[in-house]
């Protein structure tokens, strides 16, 4: 592997005609040739309705200049993640700027949990980050319980970190496989599946779902573990570091896949921090900002792990930092189990229930980064504004950031490493 | 499963209401915010993790840029910007939630806006990551962010009119108004032309369950309604 230098960008022939033009026309004492901004070329070009651009950003994207076209990636891209489109404004073979198209997934979540009841809107979040759903469903639940005043009993809180950290796992096992699969490899997501499946299938044993599990509840969880449950957990946890580290061994060295990620898409801690991207992307770039840790909830402040943090801020870096985080993930099961203790897994909480006028914030460490809820009770049965951030729509904006300068190719390889579900970006 | 022993009944107070108090030590922070915010900020109010501060729309350049920037606040991560709607004849509010490795609170900053002429100057001038919240706040409702580059919907479509999380938001909603509806026949209701359907569904001879035509006793009925379907 040679090292390639981040700010070095390809040599872009189409580019190098234009400046040694128009360096002889300056010698040569003539106007220049290409006005700055280009044409304006309009929507036509990606085949939508024509009108007028509406921000000074997009028609900077329509204006094409010289050898510049414009290309629709999606809606239903397979690699997309999702069904979202990508407009890439491309010059050959290289990105010029990316511009990410949402919406195609929107179904107003926020309102419908601003007309549903506080036990409902928890089963309203469920399908957002649909490979994060334990997760999604724990934030509404540290509001409401905050609102309401209610506290879950311990066992309920230790349940609730065991199914958050099974959550996690198979998550970040999905994203080592997928990222595999857009850069080309196919294998490595079977075997991320195996292992999905195997935590699928333990958590609806215990939710009774197997993927919208409808899990939490204000003040508790929904079920105490079954027989079913810890047997499967055991068998998991006997075959689980095995693996991981078969997928490992298939991606980590392999020399494509270091080709495709090694010095891609690096993003520096300060401007992840400025784009508002957090979780593993954020700590791969070397901040060591963890939800877990800056503001421990639930059970977090009894349990002992690091954040772990890479230098690198690159594809690669991302990468090994979710693989990082599996074992950690892991090791924080171990330790779950350990102390888990006896007890009821429900508080005494109604059905409808009615809190006080006030506001809460809940924030929890999802697999892509800080997913918070603010709440705002008004006295009523529902809450009158429910918010929600999801990380991978923030993390998204980093696209557009990083691509320009690079290949076609690795635009989806360098959103994939950033593990983005439209389900949560679009919400 | 490390004590067995341990009787549950030794767990917490089960469903009682847990009094509100400050963060043990969110001190420093309210003493901070009085002193050196003090003309800025209203209506200082603090949850078991939280504290909250009430400022001018206007101001939220200068109270953010300062809470950013000074040593003593430094926070340096902005968690969330989110809008909410307090109604017709009310206000609008932008609450900016922020992050401290100093503090062991969370900051939130609710940021006053005017319900009828709703303009706030942007912040991506500090956080470049405002702007996907910032777009998400003009489209859902309809708060105009000064200084912003790409002030443009990110989920409806370009031409959608309303602002849907606006509280006097009615369905159903003007999609049907919009240019862009009607993309093809089936998303218009009103172009279908129902009355073949319908003329054919009355004259139809295929079976129906339960099945009508049987005939029926004193005392029973042709098909067993007791049980659900």
Known sequence: MTAIDPETRIPDPIELDRLEEERLRAAAGLAPLHAEGGEYAGFDTVGIPERPPQTERERDVYSLDEGEMLVNMGPQHPSTHGVMRIVVKVRGEIVVDVDPVLGYLHRGIEKLCENATYTT????????????????????????????????????????????ELNRVFSHGLMMGFLALDIGGLTPILYSFINRDEIV???????????????????????????????????????????IEMNERMITENEIFRARTVNMGRLSGDDAISLGVSGPNLRASGVPFDIRKAHPYSIYRELEFDVITQEGGDSYSRYLQRIAEIKQSIHLIDQIIDKMPHGPVQ???????????????????????????????????????????????ISLQAIPKLMPGRLVADTMA?????????GGVDK | MADVRRPWAAADPLGRRRPLSAPAAAGALIRHLTERLGSDIRDLWTDEDTVEVQIDGARNVDVLTRLRDEEEFAFWFLADAAAVDYGPGERFEVVYHLYSSR???????????DRQDAHLPTITTLWEGAMFHEREMYDM????????????????????????????????????DSPAAGVSPLERPETWDLGRFRDALTVSSAPTYPPTDLPVEDGETAADTSRPR
């Open chain 1, 347 to 393: 508080a005494q909480v109604p059905g409808i229930i009615r809190p006080k006028p006030g506001r809460a914030y809940g924030a929890v460490e999802s697999p892509r980064g800080l997913y918070s809820v603010y709440a705002i009770s008004d006295g009523g049965p529902n809450p009158y504004r429910f918010r929600m951030r999801d990380p991978s729509f």
């Open chain 2, 103 to 113: 503090h062991p609170a969370w900051l939130r900053v609710r940021a006053h806006v």
């Open chain 1, 414 to 422: 360098v959103m994939a490493s950033f593990d983005p579900v439209m």
């Open chain 2, 141 to 176: 409702m309809g708060i105009v962010f000064d200084g912003n580059r790409d002030l443009r919907r990110i989920y409806m479509s370009p031409d959608y009119r309303s602002f849907p999380q606006r509280k006097d938001f009615v369905l159903p909603d003007d999609a049907a």
């Open chain 1, 201 to 243: 299938d333990m958590l609806s044993a215990i939710s009774g779902q197997r993927m919208l599990f409808n899990f939490f509840r204000v003040g508790g969880v929904n079920w105490d573990t079954n027989d079913e449950f810890l047997s499967r957990l055991g068998t998991w946890r006997g075959n689980v570091l095995r693996n």
């Open chain 1, 121 to 164: 809107v928890l089963t309203y979040v469920d399908p957002m980050d649909y490979l994060s759903t334990m997760h999604n469903e724990h934030a509404p639940a540290i509001a409401f319980e905050k609102l309401y005043g209610v506290k879950a009993p311990p066992r309920a809180e230790y349940i609730r970190a065991l199914v958050v």
